[in-house]
């Protein structure tokens, strides 16, 4: 890959896209850092402002100090389960034993608290749905949830809690629940979809690898039938004494060797060009691994199906290379977007317009590095060209690739010959 050290600043380690963005952690993707464990962990601590109610009715005073002491022994008992089920299940996993455990338990405590120290400890119900929902497979979420809700409107009719409060608790602790069903069902198609897109770059790279496999078949089986039938012959003569025979086959067998190794070179070549499908989706896997979202248009790959293999291979480098910047250099950026247009210039020639932009903070006073050079070049060779600077506002870094729309016309049918040939 080439190297654009100097694009997005030249004092940037190579590796600094993925180490810069690895504090965040997107739903549904592994846990794999401390500082990871930690956002995570800093997130979920977030939403325990809900305790605020138990806790302040703790402070208030209205309880023996035995209550007191059973009612924060119990509060960080039950926080601590909470944050347990959350480490383990984030890193290297908790059994699914262990889990209902620390339900369980955290269970009992909402229920000993709530009898021993009155309704504002019905608010750890909420807590425990949520964790309820967590651990139960999806398709006994909902019948776990309308059970808990059962559990807490039993609870709060035994303490002889106000009936707003019972609706309000039950009813917050079955939707919290569902939320988190929900989440669960998203974090496990954000998975699926990760997996689909590594799966589709493999067959992509497979399916190219089975074409050249293909046409190296095709032109060297051939060419060696043929090498072979002619080496035989040229024996035969030689043995006949018939030399300037012999040397008529020997010219041949060269000729054959000769065009068959430039069949070689142009199969290896074609291989060796990138497509725009397989780099689309190779951009998606790194800067999904930079923690970058790609915003690409599904008919992207499709939008110039006629354009010539040249003209494409330097888009498709056009795009291996922006992306390769946006995950080596572009500091603090979340989006990478990549857009196809067309544009008419003033002689009357179409052009094909491949457009890469991030938000991350630019380029700054760095001068283009030598990717960018390289990637230059390349358009030139096709007649096209390469613009780069700014994104909107001056944020951001934008690639701008355009080449010549010269479509391909495939050949006509000679005379007398039959529109579709059997295979050969």
Same mark, same amino acid.
């Given at each position: 890959?080439?190297? *654009? ?12 896209? %993925? ?18 464990? =930690? ?18 009715? =703790? ?12 009612? $924060? ?54 807590? *425990? ?7 139960? %497979? ?159 248009? %599904?008919?992207?790959?499709?939008? $110039?199906?006629? =354009? ?8 498709? $480098? ?107």
């Amino acid at each position: 890959m080439s190297d *654009t050290r100097q694009v997005h600043g030249p004092d940037e380690h190579p590796d600094a896209g %993925p180490a810069r963005a690895s504090f965040m952690n997107v739903p549904g993707s592994p846990v794999e850092t401390r500082r990871q464990l =930690l956002v995570k962990i800093a997130w979920m601590l977030l939403w325990m402002i809900y305790l605020a109610y138990p806790v302040s009715r =703790l402070l208030n005073g209205v309880h023996s100090t035995g209550a007191l002491v059973l009612g $924060w022994s119990c509060l960080a008992f039950f926080v601590a389960g909470y944050v347990l089920l959350v480490i383990f299940r984030s890193t290297e996993g908790m059994r699914p034993r262990a889990c209902r455990v620390v339900v369980a338990m955290m269970v009992v405590l909402a229920i000993a608290c709530a009898f021993v120290l009155g309704e504002a400890f019905l608010t750890l119900f909420i807590y *425990t749905s949520v964790c309820v929902a967590i651990v139960t %497979p999806a398709r006994y979420a909902l019948r776990a949830l309308a059970g808990m809700a059962a559990l807490i409107a039993a609870v709060g009719l035994l303490i002889h809690a106000g009936m707003d409060n019972i609706a309000t608790f039950a009813l917050s602790g079955f939707l919290s629940g569902v939320a988190m069903t929900g989440l669960q069902r998203l974090v496990a198609t954000m998975r699926e979809l990760r997996e689909a897109r590594a799966a589709v770059a493999h067959l992509a790279a497979s399916e190219e690898r089975l074409r050249l496999a293909r046409d190296l078949h095709d032109l060297l089986g051939h060419s060696l039938s043929l090498i072979t039938l002619k080496s035989e012959l040229a024996g035969r003569f030689m043995d006949a004494g018939k030399d300037e025979a012999a040397r008529a086959q020997v010219a041949d067998i060269e000729q054959v060797a000769r065009q068959s190794l430039i069949d070689v070179r142009e199969a290896v070549t074609g291989f060796r060009r990138p497509t725009l499908p397989v780099e689309l989706a190779a951009a998606r896997t790194a800067l999904a691994a930079a923690q970058v979202r790609l915003e690409a248009a %599904p008919e992207l790959v499709d939008s $110039w199906p006629g =354009l010539a293999n040249e003209e494409a291979g330097a888009l498709a $480098w056009a795009l291996r290379e922006a992306v390769t910047n946006v995950v080596r250099h572009a500091e603090g950026a979340t989006v990478c977007t990549v857009t196809a247009d067309e544009s008419w210039e003033g002689s009357g020639e179409r052009y094909a317009v491949l457009e890469i932009v991030d938000d991350g903070q630019g380029p700054g006073k760095s001068q283009p590095g030598n990717g960018l050079s390289g990637l230059d070049e390349r358009l030139a060779l096709v007649g096209g060209r390469l613009e780069t600077g700014p994104g909107e506002r001056g944020r951001g870094f934008r690639v701008r690739a355009s080449v010549p729309l010269r479509t391909v016309a495939a050949p006509e049918p000679e005379a007398g010959s039959s529109p579709k040939a059997g295979p050969r």
